[in-house]
């Protein structure tokens, strides 16, 4: 029998002290100030390590109270975790979204100052903390508010959706809990090195790849011929390892990096040291094999320092962040503007900057790598770097003749790392790699992926939850592939029909097409859309399951070809929340006009069951415009949102617009569609979900 956690038994969480208590402001959704309660403190323990765990709680005001509490786990946490909610803008803030639903706001930083603790440490400590502090903050809740046990839901993304995945498997603290985005116990390093690899090698074929996927294209059997055999054979794997392909545009559009690569690696080395010579100097192995995919962007250049221009740190944004893309950047330096310049010029053709290591052979700081970001000639920039507190402390150490080299070696074999895995081929991407490559050398150790799992967040997950549990899911997430959401809800299931339960009793998954892995409301473009809607749907939905015992929509219509997952476009119940739109023109996807010819749009939107209404639309023209990405970009891409509505029954709507084109060329047009629980004159923003389609228009000259 499993052992359940129960913090209320642990007295190293007995002796809490607050150092704040005190009613503060934050601004809402209207600018005007919502008021709440903080409290602010640390649990006082024998040893130091367990001495570290923060807390802060937001209460909002007693008429605004209902009787529970979100807590949300960050990817990757920070010694000062806690307070790493306040300063966002209030669409995009979860305490604001907490004080006006009903409930109070809990965080911390989970005992650790580290994002894997991996080692001798233990990482229990991630699941364990949190529930303290979510048991200390009911004690201070039903003195607040004179009112019985606060229910609790925890929820978090990515790396806090594995942490979540612990916290309700493991113990009894929460009556709910959210991870979306989420990972299986491979999913690192598999998911981000397929996507780092397939990004480097087909690099300068996206433009046909996406075009052929995009409305209106001719599918990818279709340029087969125009793809080399590394090319070919790449495209094939990606998306037998369950890649989704249609993400590839934010590489084409500069937006996609190697994402938490740079973070993850040491951890690999560190796990299996052996690995970065096997792969160029053991038989069967890629590097070894000189195969193309190994050695086409190698490099391995040597030269010496001729001048050091000192500059300043990067100034980054969000670096104290705490979302699905950035958390994990408190984790590297900043980047440099030190201008290097080198006696000699790298000089390499068709040169790919991402994974190249600056290596420093003497001087001051011999021994010290450092990531580059920028090439030039025989000019330097270095970049962002893991396990570097200070990177102008080191660049300050180089001298005129110090001794370099530039290679990336390590990073093309850690590229490779996943198809040396041994894996079981109950998950989807090994049952496909395991029967194309059947004779793949094997490494010695044990997979990394558990390790990886059980070190981040303080278990493997097992399915056994504990309490009720709504998966949201990204289809184009380009870190987290979305065949594990699939894989984990079989896992649910499983434990608890041993239970006597029934399928998805326990669980659903809402799958949200054209969404990505960035957990911002402001991620939206003329090919993607947000989930963060869902996220705040589920959490509410979450409460209304355990609270009233009304179920939550069902999971999303859907099924695995492979490792892909595809919707299930004609199911007669599509489940989930997110609406489905097929978006024509002139009654096609795909239409041939004149310059100055009208062209008629019209969008047929279904939105399942429970799942709000259309509330408003919003139009790009021509596929063109900023991505918004982060907080950075607003939503420059979309004219103003449409309110006309035409609803064919109580499921079923439809929305329509004219476009004139007066240059030629091709033309993608774009509808972004937004459905709300609640009408257009009552909408509840934060809980808006979005989907887009597209239609493709080539426009002739009139000659």
């Not at 967040?457 to 184009?476: F, P, R, T, Y």
């Not at 476009?659 to 923003?685: C, E, M, W």
């Amino acid at each position: 029998m499993k052992e359940i956690y129960d913090a209320k038994k642990d007295p190293r969480w007995q002796q809490p002290v607050f150092d704040c208590e005190e009613f503060r402001e934050i601004k809402g959704l209207d600018g005007k100030p919502l008021r709440y309660k903080y409290y602010h403190g640390t649990f006082v323990t024998e040893d130091e390590e367990n001495r570290c765990v923060k807390f802060s709680f937001c209460f909002p005001l007693k008429e605004h109270y209902q009787g529970r509490f979100f807590q949300h786990l960050s990817p990757f946490p920070g010694p000062d975790e806690e307070n790493a909610y306040f300063d966002r803008p209030a669409l995009d803030n979860q305490i604001v979204f907490a004080l006006t639903h009903g409930a109070y706001f809990v965080a911390t930083n989970m005992g650790s100052k580290d994002p894997f603790k991996g080692g001798n440490s233990d990482a229990t400590l991630l699941y364990q903390s949190s529930a303290a502090a979510a048991e200390l903050s009911r004690e201070i809740a039903q003195k607040e508010y004179d009112m019985g046990r606060p229910y609790g839901y925890v929820y978090g993304g990515s790396g806090g959706a594995y942490k979540t995945m612990s916290c309700i498997e493991n113990t009894n603290a929460w009556d709910g809990g959210l991870p979306y985005v989420i990972g299986s116990p491979y999913a690192l390093p598999l998911c981000l090195t397929i996507s780092s690899l397939g990004k480097r090698v087909l690099r300068h074929r996206l433009p046909q790849i996406l075009d052929a996927l995009d409305a209106g294209g001719v599918g990818l059997a279709a340029i087969q011929s125009e793809l080399t055999e590394l090319e070919a054979n790449t495209l094939e794997e990606m998306i037998g390892l369950g890649f989704p392909p249609r993400t590839w545009f934010m590489m084409q559009e500069g937006l996609m990096d190697d994402g938490a690569i740079p973070v993850i690696a040491p951890i690999v080395k560190a796990f299996d040291a052996t690995y970065w010579d096997d792969f160029w100097q053991k038989p069967g192995y890629a590097g070894y094999e000189k195969a193309e995919s190994a050695t086409k962007d190698l490099v391995a250049f040597s030269s010496r320092i001729k001048k050091v221009t000192v500059g300043k740190e990067v100034q980054r944004e969000n670096i104290g962040s705490n979302g699905t893309n950035d958390a994990f950047l408190k984790q590297l330096s900043k980047g440099s503007t030190s201008l290097i310049e080198l006696e000699d010029v790298l000089e390499k053709e068709d040169l790919y900057i991402l994974g190249l290591e600056f290596k420093i052979l003497s001087g001051n700081a011999a021994g010290t790598s450092l990531t580059i970001s920028a090439v030039q000639d025989n000019y330097i920039l270095l970049g962002p770097t893991y396990g570097i507190d200070d990177l102008e402390a080191v660049v300050s150490q180089l001298q005129p003749g110090d001794a370099i080299a530039i290679e990336n070696a390590d990073y093309l074999a850690f590229q490779h790392y996943f198809m040396y895995q041994s894996v079981a081929s109950a998950f989807a991407p090994y049952a496909y790699l395991n029967e194309r490559h059947p004779n793949l050398p094997k490494r010695p150790v044990e997979s990394v992926g558990p390790w990886i799992a059980q070190g981040g967040s303080g278990s493997v997950q097992d399915g056994q939850l504990q309490c009720k549990a709504i998966v949201v899911e990204s289809l184009m997430d380009e870190f987290a592939s979305p065949w594990q959401a699939d894989w984990y809800r079989q896992l649910v299931n499983q434990q608890a029909q041993k239970q006597g339960m029934a399928s998805d009793e326990m669980i659903r998954v809402w799958y949200m097409d054209r969404a990505l892995h960035n957990d911002s409301v402001y991620d939206l473009g003329p090919q993607t859309v947000n989930y963060d809607g869902a996220v705040k749907r589920g959490l509410l939905a979450l409460s209304d399951w355990v609270e009233k015992k009304i179920e939550p929509a069902p999971t999303t219509a859907y099924h695995l070809q492979g490792a892909q997952v595809l919707l299930d476009e004609t199911a007669d119940e599509l489940g989930g929340v997110q609406p489905r739109i097929e978006l024509v023109v002139n009654g096609l996807k795909h239409v041939h006009v004149k310059v100055g010819e009208k062209v008629n749009l019209q969008a047929t939107i279904r939105v399942p069951s429970g799942g709000g209404q259309v509330v408003a639309s919003r139009w790009n023209q021509t596929g063109q415009g900023q991505t918004t990405y982060g907080d950075h970009i607003r939503e420059v891409c979309y004219g103003e949102e449409q309110l006309a509505v035409t609803a064919l029954d109580s499921e079923t709507y439809q929305v329509a617009n004219q476009f004139i084109y007066d240059q030629p060329g091709t033309y993608f047009a774009v509808v972004n569609v937004i459905t709300n629980p609640l009408p257009a004159g009552k909408r509840d923003r934060f809980l808006d979900v979005l989907n887009l389609d597209r239609v493709r228009i080539t426009v002739d000259s009139c000659d």
